[in-house]
């Protein structure tokens, strides 16, 4: 059975930092590319940040240099690294697992996790 699970999400005043972990059970971990998607109430999911299995990562243009996705393989584990937070980024934080290989694609998501930025 496969499992993403998002932690680290809460409230956090403007300007401060969050790491939203996402640990991963039940895939071959190492090959599959990953990502965080957000959604914001009343809008669509949205892209925030994908990593590949070679570590090449990719950001949302409005969120470069502020947002940082890294992998653990070890500890089947991605991150999002959340720097001077806005209240615009207030949503439901979601992992992403993929893994393509000619037709074969497989496609999991986490439950998600809430980030709120208030003061």
């Keep these: 059975q496969v499992q993403l699970v998002e932690s680290g999400g809460g409230l956090v ?28 109430p009343g809008k669509q999911r949205e892209l925030v940040a994908t990593i590949t299995k070679r570590s090449i990562t990719n950001y949302a243009d409005s969120l470069k240099g502020r947002f940082t996705i890294s992998r653990d393989n070890a500890k089947n584990t991605v991150y999002l690294q959340m720097n001077n937070l806005k209240p615009e980024d207030t949503a439901v934080y979601y992992c992403n697992a ?5 037709p074969e694609n497989e496609d999991y998501w986490g439950q998600g996790t809430q980030v709120t930025v208030s003061s």
Aim: charged content about 10%; glycine content about 16%.
């Design 13 to 40: 005043q403007p300007g401060g930092s969050l790491r939203l972990s996402c640990a991963a059970s039940g895939i071959a971990f190492s090959i599959y590319a990953l990502g965080w998607y957000r959604q914001a």
């Design 98 to 102: 993929n893994f393509r290989w000619g």
